[in-house]
């Protein structure tokens, strides 16, 4: 990276965060919580809503994850352009990789014939790799959007392309849990949550080319954002990973109690 495009990359350090980038993932962490509230409010029979088939669902859980993968991959771009070292990047990375196990642990009790073994967390652990080495080995922006554009396009290809080229025994190795953490598949896995590569590694692509370009293009951005909303909202994306731990456990003992006073429990 030439120090000339370094000297336009404001400072992230613990004193000074990019403000906006840290906003627009508390807001898909705002947006996560309630509709993780209403699933759960479902899940206790409070209200009966169909998650897993109703489009007013289905569209917002989509919308949810591609803002927090496409907020993971400019966090990535700029992280590289900060010359954040692998040392600090592995850190994390365990980070994400270890809550990804607890979450799967905590859903086997909750739902053992569902439970999450490759989910947003398991899914990201995976991206962020292949992310970063795309970004240091400095892939340009315009291949970035393109292997996006390629991935989301697979989603909607795969299942047609397989059925009618593939034989069975290729689609059920396939749609296995092996396997199917790639996206390939022509049927969506029974779990409470599925994030594959294919299509959502895109979303974390065009993450990165927009924070590469936003970088080298519009450097304050990311930075401004110093509404009250705003603060609110980076402090929440500050903490994003612990938030995203902490935010079923705290909801779920709340309705729980709830059921207690009100004899629903």
């Given at each position: 990276?030439?120090?000339?495009?370094?000297?336009?990359?404001?400072?992230a350090g613990p004193a000074q965060r990019l403000q906006r980038l840290d906003a627009l993932r508390g807001l898909?962490?705002?947006?996560?919580?309630?509709?993780?509230?209403?699933?759960?409010?479902?899940?206790?029979?409070?209200?009966?809503?169909?998650?897993?088939?109703?489009?007013?669902?289905?569209?917002?859980?989509?919308?949810?994850?591609?803002?927090?993968?496409?907020?993971?991959?400019?966090?990535?771009?700029?992280?590289?352009?900060?010359?954040?070292?692998?040392?600090?990047?592995?850190?994390?990375?365990?980070?994400?990789?270890?809550?990804?196990?607890?979450?799967?642990?905590?859903?086997?009790?909750?739902?053992?014939?569902?439970?999450?073994?490759?989910?947003?967390?398991?899914?990201?652990?995976?991206?962020?790799?292949?992310?970063?080495?795309?970004?240091?080995?400095?892939?340009?922006?315009?291949?970035?959007?393109?292997?996006?554009?390629?991935?989301?396009?697979?989603?909607?290809?795969?299942?047609?392309?397989?059925?009618?080229?593939?034989?069975?025994?290729?689609?059920?190795?396939?749609?296995?849990?092996?396997?199917?953490?790639?996206?390939?598949?022509?049927?969506?896995?029974?779990?409470?949550?599925?994030?594959?590569?294919?299509?959502?590694?895109?979303?974390?692509?065009?993450?990165?080319?927009?924070?590469?370009?936003?970088?080298?293009?519009?450097?304050?951005?990311?930075?401004?954002?110093?509404?009250?909303?705003?603060?609110?909202?980076?402090?929440?994306?500050?903490?994003?990973?612990?938030?995203?731990?902490?935010?079923?456990?705290?909801?779920?003992?709340?309705?729980?109690?709830?059921?207690?006073?009100?004899?629903?429990?």
């Amino acid at each position: 990276m030439s120090p000339q495009y370094r000297s336009h990359i404001p400072t992230a350090g613990p004193a000074q965060r990019l403000q906006r980038l840290d906003a627009l993932r508390g807001l898909a962490m705002l947006w996560m919580t309630a509709f993780h509230f209403a699933f759960d409010l479902n899940h206790a029979g409070y209200i009966h809503q169909n998650f897993y088939e109703n489009p007013v669902w289905t569209w917002q859980r989509s919308a949810i994850v591609s803002l927090f993968l496409f907020t993971a991959g400019m966090g990535q771009a700029v992280a590289v352009a900060q010359g954040q070292g692998w040392p600090r990047f592995w850190r994390r990375w365990a980070q994400v990789a270890g809550c990804a196990l607890l979450v799967t642990l905590g859903s086997w009790f909750m739902f053992p014939r569902s439970f999450i073994y490759f989910g947003v967390l398991h899914g990201l652990a995976v991206m962020l790799i292949a992310t970063r080495w795309l970004l240091v080995r400095r892939v340009s922006g315009a291949a970035l959007l393109v292997a996006g554009a390629l991935l989301v396009a697979l989603f909607w290809l795969a299942p047609a392309a397989l059925s009618a080229w593939a034989g069975g025994s290729v689609i059920e190795a396939l749609n296995s849990r092996p396997l199917n953490w790639l996206g390939l598949v022509t049927r969506k896995p029974i779990t409470e949550d599925y994030v594959p590569l294919i299509p959502w590694l895109g979303l974390v692509l065009w993450g990165a080319a927009a924070g590469r370009w936003l970088l080298a293009h519009r450097p304050g951005w990311l930075a401004g954002g110093g509404s009250v909303p705003g603060r609110a909202l980076a402090g929440l994306g500050r903490w994003s990973l612990s938030y995203y731990m902490l935010h079923q456990p705290v909801l779920i003992g709340a309705l729980t109690v709830f059921g207690w006073l009100t004899g629903r429990g």
